[in-house]
C-alpha cells in the first residue's frame, strides 16, 4: 500500500536523473559563484642571455660554501645521534666519539668561516688603498 504508491515529483525525479545523456553540471544547478573569466597577457619571447647560477660568486667562496655544508651536515648528525646512542644504547664507546666529532666539526666550520670572512676584509682593504686603511683624514684648519 504505501510501497506502491509514487508521486509526480518522485517520477520526474527518476526521469531527470536517469538521463545519462545530460552532463553532471545540467542536472544540479551549481550552489557557487561563477568561475571568473582571465584574459591572458599575450608574452612577447625574448632571448637574454641568463646567467648560469654561481657565476657571480668567486670559486674559493662557492667551494667553501658547499664545503661547510657538508661539515655542517657531519656535524648536526654527529651531535643529534651521538647522545642518543649514550642516553638509549647506554653505548658511550659510539655515542662519546660521535658527539665529539660533531663538536669538532661545528669548530671547523666556525673556524673556517671566520678566517674566509678574514681574508675578504684583508681584500677589501688593500682594494680601497692605503688611506681607507689606516682612517687618515685630511682635515682643514679654519
Request: cysteine-free; overall charge negative; charged content about 30%.
Amino acid at each position: 500500500m504505501f510501497g506502491d504508491e509514487r508521486g509526480e515529483d518522485e517520477e520526474a525525479d527518476d526521469e531527470v536523473y536517469n538521463d545519462l545523456s545530460k552532463e553532471p553540471d545540467e542536472l544540479e544547478p551549481s550552489l557557487g559563484p561563477d568561475l571568473p573569466e582571465v584574459e591572458l597577457p599575450e608574452i612577447t619571447e625574448t632571448k637574454k642571455e641568463m646567467p648560469t647560477p654561481g657565476e657571480d660568486i668567486d670559486r674559493d667562496t662557492y667551494s667553501l660554501f658547499w664545503r661547510l655544508v657538508l661539515v655542517i651536515d657531519v656535524a648536526l648528525f654527529a651531535v643529534a645521534v651521538g647522545p642518543m646512542f649514550i642516553y638509549f644504547e647506554n653505548d658511550w664507546s659510539i655515542g662519546l666519539p660521535l658527539f665529539l666529532l660533531g663538536l669538532a666539526s661545528f669548530g671547523y666550520a666556525v673556524s673556517e668561516y671566520r678566517s674566509h670572512q678574514a681574508s675578504k676584509a684583508a681584500e677589501r682593504e688593500a682594494e680601497a688603498g692605503p688611506t681607507a686603511a689606516t682612517g687618515d683624514d685630511e682635515s682643514t684648519d679654519g
